[in-house]
């Protein structure tokens, strides 16, 4: 596959977001498992969010030591490497998907590795716009992170609940397309209520950085979606999306719907 230059790629993600704030608008972000549960669904998948009103979406590259997902996650993880899904494979798909909205490679540090020096290149080529890391924190390896910042896609860096200023200002700093604020301490999840003091750390972040900021771990339901839409500029929703893509891609695309609902009206 012939390379992408990052114009024509992690810029999608920028121009999505421009797009949204000039219509008052909070994004959606949900996250799928590649191959779960398998992969013809997970094209299926893939369309049915973007129709049913996602404006970024997510897509997991199965590890077999996913150590910051929970059991939802874990569990499609697992069943889609036992289907044969791997880096190649992932690329295969997201090719024949050929889809309108931005998309993310989400994956831990050593699948991206295993995969060679052109992995990027490759995955820009297949129709990835953006790669968050999830196992990579800023100042860990600032070789391997030049790279993967000079790279054809927006590299997404994630923040902790207990950053402080100044580092969230540092790991903003390192990152382009977005910055994923985690809701919580702790794994991927499905969760009762949000943390009292999100409000407060969405705030911090917003005096750190001028990208746009994204919430998830715990949000699920389509109140908990209004809530933060309300203070953010993007909703990330994972383990309850796996756990409806399970279901049906109709259940999927159902909950989509009622989440863009409710970020809508928010």
């Known amino acids: 596959m012939a390379s992408v230059s990052a114009t024509t790629s992690s810029d999608r993600i920028a121009r999505r977001f421009a797009e949204l704030r000039s219509g008052g608008r909070r994004a959606l972000v949900p996250y799928i498992t590649a191959g779960h549960p398998d992969a013809p669904r997970t094209i299926e998948l893939l369309h049915a969010l973007a129709d049913a009103g996602a404006d970024v979406i997510e897509l997991g590259l199965p590890f ?3 150590m910051a997902d929970g059991p939802i996650i874990q569990a499609s993880s697992q069943r889609a490497l036992e289907g044969g899904m791997n880096f190649d494979a992932l690329l295969e798909l997201v090719a024949r998907a050929n889809l309108s909205v931005p998309l993310v490679l989400f994956s831990y540090l050593n699948p991206i590795l295993a995969a060679g020096s052109d992995a990027l290149e490759r995955a820009a080529s297949a129709g ?7 196992d990579l924190p800023v100042g ?3 070789r391997r992170e030049a790279e993967l910042s000079a790279g054809p896609l927006a590299f ?25 604020l985690i809701s919580r301490l702790g794994v991927t999840g499905v969760r009762d209520e949000l943390p009292a003091e999100l409000p407060q750390t969405v705030k911090r972040l917003r005096g750190a950085t001028t990208l746009p900021v994204c919430v998830g771990f715990g949000v699920s339901r389509p109140d908990q979606a209004a809530a933060v839409a309300r203070i953010a500029d993007g909703v990330v929703v994972g383990s309850a999306m796996v756990r409806a893509a399970g279901e049906s891609v109709e259940r999927a695309a159902a909950l989509a719907r009622d989440l863009r609902a409710a970020i809508d009206a928010a």
């Open 140 to 142: 860990a390896e600032p």
């Open 64 to 66: 077999s030591d996913p």
């Open 128 to 134: 990835f716009d953006g790669l968050l890391i999830t």
């Open 156 to 180: 997404i860096r994630l923040v902790a609940p207990t950053t402080p200023a100044e580092r969230m200002r540092e790991i903003a700093a390192h990152g382009s397309g977005f910055v994923y």
